[in-house]
């Protein structure tokens, strides 16, 4: 539970983050719907004409994308939410999810999401910072959860190339698993 209220080096708590945070009260499920909210309202989507999305894809921190006031996607949503989230006190977890048919077809074509899932009154709960959805449980049923984390940094992933490799051979790796299970 301590390493979701934990800062990693994309989800640093600045005091640009702590402000913002301080500004949203209280710290329970309205927290939760308000931060969304303000995330939506303040960092726009899609980027800028002129910004090339893969050139920056998972490479700016929460702060960075609050200074910068747009997303590239929604990595970009969830790091500002889990900051925001976390220097309130709240246990927040990175989700990182691959589309299920992403297996059947091209590996070259990345199809995820990001999600977080926050502790609150004794249960996880699934948020979709992009979409500003609170999800009654942390069940994704479109997806196949590749893996939890502190941020995307933490789970190797730095760029277009470093999601490529990984969600790669997490296919490869679970096509098997998933035909062993068949035999």
């Known amino acids: 539970m301590e390493e979701f209220l934990k800062a990693g080096k994309q989800t640093e708590i600045t005091p640009k983050i702590t402000e913002i945070a301080n500004s949203i009260e209280p710290t329970d499920f309205e927290f939760i719907i308000k931060a969304l909210r303000w995330v939506n309202k ?51 977890k990175y989700v990182e999810v691959i589309a299920k048919d992403y297996f059947a077809d091209d590996p070259d074509k990345v199809r995820g999401h990001v999600f977080a899932e926050c502790f609150i009154n004794d249960e996880w709960w699934g948020v979709d910072p992009m979409n500003g959805n609170l999800k009654f449980n942390a069940k994704y049923p479109n997806y196949v959860v590749y ?22 051979q997490f296919a490869v790796e679970y096509n098997n698993k998933k035909a062993s299970q068949t035999v």
Do not use: H
């Open 147 to 168: 893996a939890r984390g502190v941020d995307s940094w933490d789970l190797g992933i730095y760029d277009m190339k470093s999601i490529r490799e990984k969600f790669s």
């Open 42 to 92: 303040n960092i726009k989507y899609p980027a800028p004409e002129g910004v090339e999305k893969n050139d920056i894809f998972r490479t700016r921190t929460a702060d960075q994308i609050i200074n910068d006031g747009f997303a590239t996607g929604c990595t970009d949503f969830a790091l500002v939410f889990i900051a925001l989230a976390r220097a309130k006190g709240i246990p927040t």
